[in-house]
């Protein structure tokens, strides 16, 4: 056997080796790098991980209390200083419990009482560690950053207000939990009733909670010793007040209920943003304007935008009224005369506004056409939102087709 063969021979035999060694090394390799891609993950998640704790707990350095979060206390302290109440002071355990929600509501994109994990107010705030044989109350909202939107929302809003403005609370926590490159907010409010010298037998008023559909929750309601009812306004020619609403013959208020085009039961159910801003527009017999009011109203359960309009001072008499929303064409509210009396809350019929008056001149027409085509082809445009018409976070076909619809709705009232 000649010396060439021999090594051949060797070679062959130790081709399964060496194949053998690279497999093992190419193998240990996969291995190091699946344990370094886990251990990044795991600390991009870390500021997350919590919320999947049923016991509610938050990193150390979440709880911190931001600068929005203590406006929003002040502005409530001083909305109840108005009313000779109490001010509220911060609980750490409600602060947790607040900061627990709020991150969880961002991190899965949804505005209820009932958290991912299934649980609604009181089995969350029992789990975090509050006593809720007392009385209890959480207010839900989002969409911006400002303290002062939020808050004002919750002040026109009747049952929002009343967990505001109840006697039954003492202590809070405040959270907001943010994304500002998706342009996501989301707020919480629990109240309660602090430390008790006694164990009460509290009954609960249970309102419907709204599901992930809705955009601005009815509040969870507080324990009261006698339950009553809380009916939802009724749309008649006569004027009549809703819970939550303070009678002051020196401030007119309305009741506005609006339907938004592309939103709710028509388009989408649920809004990235839950507020509007209005103004609305008081007209006498001789088409003179008398005075303009402006505030927010907030999606509901039944898909509409609601909320309590203040005027201030205005002389009883029959009037005609427009409500109006940026980018949206003004809408004179049906029939158009009516009786308005600032000693009760006027509730006013429901109105339809229609999207897509995108430069603010009451009329939609190739200007703003144009002015929103440059922004559905993808090319620069100063703000993607302002043609989101069924405020999903997206800028698509279907925002093309609701311009196209309201495009016929050319002029405004």
Not at 198 to 215: D, G, K, L, V
């Amino acid at each position: 056997m000649s010396n060439n063969h021999f090594y051949k021979n060797i070679s062959f035999l130790w081709l399964p080796v060496f194949m053998g060694i690279i497999l093992l090394i190419g193998f240990a390799t996969s291995i190091i790098s699946l344990q370094q891609t886990n251990n990044i993950q795991a600390k991009a998640e870390s500021s997350t991980a919590s919320i999947d704790q049923k016991d509610c707990a938050v990193p150390s350095d979440q709880l911190q209390i931001s600068s929005q979060e203590q406006k929003m206390l002040d502005q409530i302290n001083a909305h109840r200083t108005q009313y000779g109440l109490n001010n509220l002071v911060w609980s750490d355990t409600l602060i947790n419990a607040s900061k627990w929600m709020s991150r969880d509501m961002l991190k899965n994109q949804y505005l209820g009482h009932t958290d991912s994990l299934g649980r609604d107010v009181k089995t969350r705030l029992s789990d975090c560690g509050y006593s809720t044989s007392i009385s209890i109350a959480e207010n839900l909202d989002s969409g911006v950053k400002d303290s002062t939107i939020i808050f004002q929302t919750w002040k026109h809003s009747p049952p929002q207000n009343a967990n505001l403005l109840s006697d039954k609370f003492k202590e809070a926590g405040i959270a907001l939990a943010s994304d500002p490159a998706s342009d996501s907010y989301y707020w919480t409010l629990d109240l309660g009733g602090g430390t008790v010298t006694m164990t009460p037998t509290p009954s609960i008023i249970i309102t419907p909670t709204p599901t992930q559909a809705h955009s601005s929750p009815s509040p969870f309601p507080t324990n009261r010793p006698t339950p009553t009812s809380t009916p939802e306004p009724t749309f008649d020619p006569t004027p009549t007040t809703v819970p939550g609403f303070t009678p002051n013959p020196l401030d007119m208020q309305f009741f506005v209920s609006a339907k938004v085009i592309g939103i709710g039961e028509d388009g989408n159910r649920n809004p990235k943003h839950f507020t509007r801003y209005v103004t609305v527009s008081i007209y006498d017999m001789d088409n003179k304007l008398v005075k303009e009011g402006n505030g927010y109203i907030i999606y509901d359960r039944e898909n509409l935008f609601r909320g309590i309009v203040h005027f201030g001072p205005v002389e009883n008499g029959i009037y005609y009224i427009k409500i109006l929303s940026p980018r949206m064409l003004k809408a004179i509210v049906e029939p158009a005369f009516r009786a308005l009396d600032s000693k009760i809350l006027n509730i006013l019929p429901l109105v339809t506004l229609i999207q897509g008056d995108i430069n603010a001149d009451n009329v939609i027409d190739i200007a703003d056409y144009n002015i929103s085509l440059g922004c559905f082809q993808d090319k620069k445009c100063e703000d993607k939102n302002l043609i989101d018409f069924n405020d999903d976070g997206l800028t698509d076909i279907i925002d093309y087709n609701i311009l196209l619809r309201d495009y016929w709705e050319w002029q405004g009232d």
